[in-house]
Nanobody, 121 residues
Framework: QVQLAESGGGLTQPGGSLTLSCAASGMITKLYAMAWYRQAPGSQRELVASVTISGETDYLDAVRGRFTISAYNHENRMNLQMNILKPEDTAVYYC???????????????WGEGTLVTVSA
């Protein structure tokens, strides 16, 4: 079973920085893409940043220029560097991966349990 473990959430002041990390474990045959989603209280989950196995990245407009996603394919992990954080970035951040598990017939979506990021003075 593929598992995603997140780390790096916490509390910071507006203008501060945090780095989130996500490591995928298990018998992974191929990792196609990884991404970070977030969900604020009372809001729907939204895609924050994504990276494909070929290195293509995409960002939510609200975080473009402030957040940077990096993937380390050979290690099955990724980071999200978050700079110039704003109160509206406060949310639970979820790691996502699209992968093929050993002996599986199809690709699957996998989710981490989430890590809380709070931006407050």
């Amino acid at each position: 079973q593929v598992q995603l473990a997140e780390s790096g959430g916490g509390l910071t002041q507006p203008g501060g920085s945090l780095t989130l990390s996500c490591a995928a474990s298990g018998m992974i045959t191929k990792l196609y893409a990884m991404a970070w989603y977030r969900q604020a209280p009372g809001s729907q989950r939204e895609l924050v940043a994504s990276v494909t196995i070929s290195g293509e990245t995409d960002y939510l407009d609200a975080v473009r220029g402030r957040f940077t996603i990096s993937a380390y394919n050979h290690e099955n992990r990724m980071n999200l560097q978050m700079n110039i954080l704003k109160p509206e970035d406060t949310a639970v951040y979820y790691c996502y991966a699209r992968a093929r598990e050993f002996a599986a017939q199809t690709d699957q979506d996998y989710w981490g349990e989430g890590t809380l990021v709070t931006v407050s003075a």
